[in-house]
């Protein structure tokens, strides 16, 4: 699929630390060491309504773990799928009488358009789950040969992985059995289907079905994809495995990850799927999760629409810590709107406080484990003592190059323009 336009990207004084990132499987803050090339794979949307808050809190996040691995001098190899067929968009479609497929690239235009706005570095390859369906099928081919995954006999042409013989998994999320069986069945999973030699057995290709869209299947049958082995094919066919960081929202702890790295794990008999397994927290909103589901959204091109900076979404976005759960409120937007222009009025005077140290430390909050609360902390200071004439208020201790790079350092680090650094 096509991706969106990349920002410039300023090249700073010097690298950046290792990226130190918390790891859901381990459960600690980990190193993260890429080789000269990074690799990473983020869940992308399903493209049935526009992208919310909670999307894009989720694509800032990684966006972050980008831009510090190249500023650490790596290049990055970053992969987004679009889940472009799936229940909800078919289910979408059917509710508005519009055609799926129309619906899916309306969307997915928007999240382009979207996305462009809000600075987000694009993916190498941003690739859609309906133009993978040969890879996917020739995947679940091999798992049928070698005998880990199974046709149900009741004449759907359903197939399932036999997870009892996938010696990894529940290792990515680390949940005991009752767990996974509670978010199974709230998340797409069908614990109770019969047929299946284990409840948690996951659909890895559904048969046909009157009304729905197929496509031609493993073994001369019909059907669509099952979800967790679309990224699973997505991700090995572009950056292969054991790449450096697997992305997501929480809620994609288990099932999604859990079993898109026991397909992939169980496809090449290696380990690990990825190296790193990293989740942003929920973004809510009047104390609920934001989600298409329920209905309680906020969009990211509405706000735009109303002639919000898009600057100010990304600021407020990152003012809290993306592992923390947290709340949109309309506060949050005032308050990023008026640090931006503190800011910006800070980075347009002739010299400002010393740039250095904000550069040192920028890097090593965001370094650590993404404190973006930490860095934009260091910004207020510095731009506070810059308005101020300095920081112990004498000419002398000013920079007549600080404004400078403290402007190209918020964009490359936190991709928050503040206008031509000059
Ligand atoms: N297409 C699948 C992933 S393969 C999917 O989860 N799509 S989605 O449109 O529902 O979500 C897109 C991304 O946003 C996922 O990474 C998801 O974990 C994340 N996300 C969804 N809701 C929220 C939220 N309220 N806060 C933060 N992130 C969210
Ligand atoms: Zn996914």
Not at 158 to 171: E, L, R, S, T
Not at 238 to 243: K, L, Y
Not at 332 to 359: I, K, N, S, Y
Request: overall charge negative.
């Amino acid at each position: 699929m096509l991706s969106w336009p990349a920002p410039l990207l300023p090249t700073l004084p010097g690298t950046g630390p290792v990226l130190k990132i918390y790891d859901t499987s381990r459960g600690e803050v980990v190193d993260t060491s890429p080789g000269t090339t990074a690799r990473m794979y983020v869940c992308g949307i399903t493209p049935y309504d526009a992208t919310h808050l909670g999307h894009a809190a989720t694509y800032l996040a990684f966006d972050l773990v980008n831009r510090l691995w190249r500023d650490a001098g790596h290049a990055v190899h970053y992969v987004q799928n679009v889940t472009d067929i799936d229940d909800p968009l078919l289910e979408r479609a059917d509710r508005d009488n519009e055609d799926w497929i129309v619906l899916a690239m309306r969307e997915t235009a928007l999240f382009r358009e979207d996305m462009t706005a809000l600075r987000v570095l694009p993916p190498e390859d941003f690739v859609g789950a309906v133009e993978s369906i040969p890879r996917i099928v020739a995947h679940i081919e091999t798992l049928l040969d070698d005998g880990l995954a199974y046709v149900l006999d009741d004449g759907t042409g359903d197939i399932y992985h036999d997870v009892a013989q996938a010696p990894g998994f529940g290792g990515e999320s680390g949940y005991d059995e009752a767990t996974m069986l509670g978010f199974f069945a709230e998340r797409g999973g069908d614990p109770d289907r019969l047929g299946k030699r284990q409840p948690l057995d996951p659909m890895l290709w559904r048969g046909p079905r009157p009304g729905e869209p197929s496509w031609p299947g493993p073994r001369g049958t019909e059907g669509r994809p099952g979800w967790h082995i679309e990224c699973a094919t997505i991700a090995l066919n572009t950056i292969g495995m054991g790449f450096d960081v697997q992305g997501g929202g929480s809620d994609l702890v288990f099932p999604h990850h859990e079993y898109s790295a026991v397909h992939a794990e169980a496809l090449t008999a290696t380990k690990p799927f990825a190296r790193a397994y990293v989740h942003a927290a929920m973004i809510g909103l009047d104390g609920e999760k934001m989600s298409k589901s329920r209905g309680n959204l906020v969009f990211v091109s509405r706000l735009r629409g109303d002639g919000v900076d898009p600057m100010a979404i990304r600021l407020a976005l990152l003012s809290g810590h993306y592992r923390t759960d947290r709340a949109w409120t309309p506060d949050l937007l005032q308050t990023a709107q008026e640090r931006l222009d503190t800011w910006r009025r800070a980075v347009e005077l002739d010299a400002g406080a010393p740039a250095a140290p904000v550069l040192i430390g920028l890097r090593q909050r965001l370094a650590d484990d993404l404190d973006s609360p930490g860095a934009i902390a260091l910004i207020d200071r510095w731009a506070e003592q810059t308005l101020a004439g300095g920081p112990d208020a004498e000419d002398d201790a000013l920079d007549e190059e600080a404004p400078r790079i403290v402007c190209d350092a918020v964009d490359a680090l936190l991709g928050i323009s503040l206008g031509d650094c000059g």
